[in-house]
């Protein structure tokens, strides 16, 4: 059964700083890995989808990179914000099923 | 407005009195789940759906029931709701037609089982 862990389960940054998120998963054979958006009690937004194929996705100041033959991503976020501030979730597919890690939790301080 | 609908955003209810959380999408999408989230444990799939009258359990069924008989509707029922059954429920959808499998999520409902 495909496993997803994501580290660390929790990030205090100062504003300004550029910081990575780290995803990793089990079983390569993947569809797709989705980074996901989530605020307290709210439901999730979508940052960022990248194909099997392909290698990386970009938007605004997020950047995420996907290498399925070491079951591995990150989410680089650049000039972190105290708007950044929530829980990042990444998710894989197999197509039938989706696959999520726990989160990161981060706090952006002013 | 492409979107995810949920309904009711927020229930309390008694146990065993049986319930149904609403989900509707204008997206035309086949693919449609419903997730339980759990402080500690993550989102865990309870049901999914290929497309109409095709529905197949996730990694937590017990406790729940799902039916689609049109494609964009996609209701969770707890037919003897206990007080395990307390958590976030978000519905969500997506189109394999599009290529990308982008997930697409509803704003949650808050379920309180007393």
């Known amino acids: 059964k495909q496993e997803v862990t994501q580290i660390p389960a929790a990030l205090s940054v100062p504003e300004g700083e550029n910081l990575v998120l780290n995803c990793s998963f089990t079983d390569s054979a993947i569809y797709n890995l989705q980074w996901f958006r989530q605020d307290p009690g709210k439901g999730l937004t979508s940052l960022l989808l990248i194909q099997s194929s392909q290698r990386e996705q970009t938007s605004g100041r997020l950047n995420a990179s996907l290498d399925k033959s070491s079951g591995r991503s990150t989410l680089y976020i650049a000039a972190s914000q105290p708007g950044d501030s929530a829980t990042y979730l990444c998710?894989?597919?197999?197509?039938?099923?989706?696959?999520f890690g726990s989160g990161t939790k981060l706090n952006v301080k002013p | 407005e492409a979107q995810v609908t949920q309904n009711p955003r927020y229930l309390i209810t008694v146990t065993g009195k049986k319930l149904t959380v609403t989900c509707s999408q204008n997206?035309?999408?086949?693919?449609m789940s419903w997730y339980r989230q759990d402080p500690g444990l993550g989102l865990r799939q309870i049901y999914y759906s290929m497309n109409v009258e095709a529905t197949d359990k996730g990694d937590v069924p017990e406790g729940y029931k799902v039916s689609r008989k049109e494609k964009r509707n996609f209701p969770l029922i707890l037919e003897s709701p206990s007080p395990n059954q307390t958590s976030l429920y978000f519905c969500?959808?997506?189109?394999?037609?599009?290529?990308?499998?982008?997930?697409?999520f509803g704003s949650g409902t808050r379920l309180t089982v007393v």
């Open positions: 997206m035309n999408h086949e693919y």
């Open positions: 969500a959808s997506f189109s394999s037609r599009t290529g990308d499998y982008g997930y697409t």
């Open positions: 998710a894989v597919t197999d197509f039938n099923k989706f696959y």
